[in-house]
């Protein structure tokens, strides 16, 4: 292997390094989510006193973790897959259909939902807008801001997943997968 084929997933390694991170840190996030639920049934179910926010920020949160998440479950081969075929490929054949499948497809539509997310984003922050649908009447523009950087996040792991196929192409094998540390909780 030359030095160019070396950095190649080194790079990737690196750019690994952004998805896990962010990973860990959602995790962490998770505890507001399931304090402010356990806070909503308590209440409601309890002292018969239900929230006006608890639904919402529920909402907004769980949404936002589904979105960030995915650059961590794109890096930990996570998202769902039919390898009907695919497992049976040697892993050049593989790495050109996913390469193919990232530029052509997955590249070019994380950089439009980044694009539309950020004007989503933007409009909110800018019009102080709420959620007219609640009492509470929350504003909208954090909840939006996981759309951009949700978009920025795959984008990253996506150049990361593009290096890893060009080194497989090259090579005729999978780099050595970037091993995350544990996170315990």
């Excluded at 984008?155 to 060009?166: R, T």
């Excluded at 192409?169 to 315990?184: I, K, L, M, N, T």
């Amino acid at each position: 292997m030359n030095d160019n084929d070396s950095s190649l997933a080194r790079l990737a390694h690196r750019l690994d390094l952004v998805a896990i991170a962010s990973g860990h840190l959602l995790i962490w996030m998770l505890l507001p989510m399931v304090l402010a639920l356990s806070w909503e049934v308590a209440a409601r179910y309890l002292f018969n006193a239900p929230t006006i926010w608890a639904y919402d920020m529920t909402f907004m949160l769980y949404g936002s973790f589904f979105m960030l998440g995915c650059a961590y479950t794109l890096q930990r081969k996570a998202h769902v897959r039919t390898d009907s075929f695919y497992q049976d490929w040697s892993p050049r054949r593989q790495a050109i259909t996913d390469l193919v499948c990232y530029v052509l497809m997955f590249l070019p539509v994380v950089c439009v939902f980044m694009v539309w997310g950020w004007g989503y984003f933007w409009k909110a922050f800018q019009t102080n807008e709420t959620f007219v649908s609640s009492s509470w009447q929350p504003v909208t523009w954090p909840f939006k801001l996981s759309m951009p950087l949700a978009g920025a996040l795959l984008l990253i792991q996506g150049v990361s997943e593009s290096l890893k196929c060009a080194y497989a192409v090259r090579h005729g094998q999978w780099p050595d997968p970037v091993q995350a540390p544990e996170v315990s909780v």
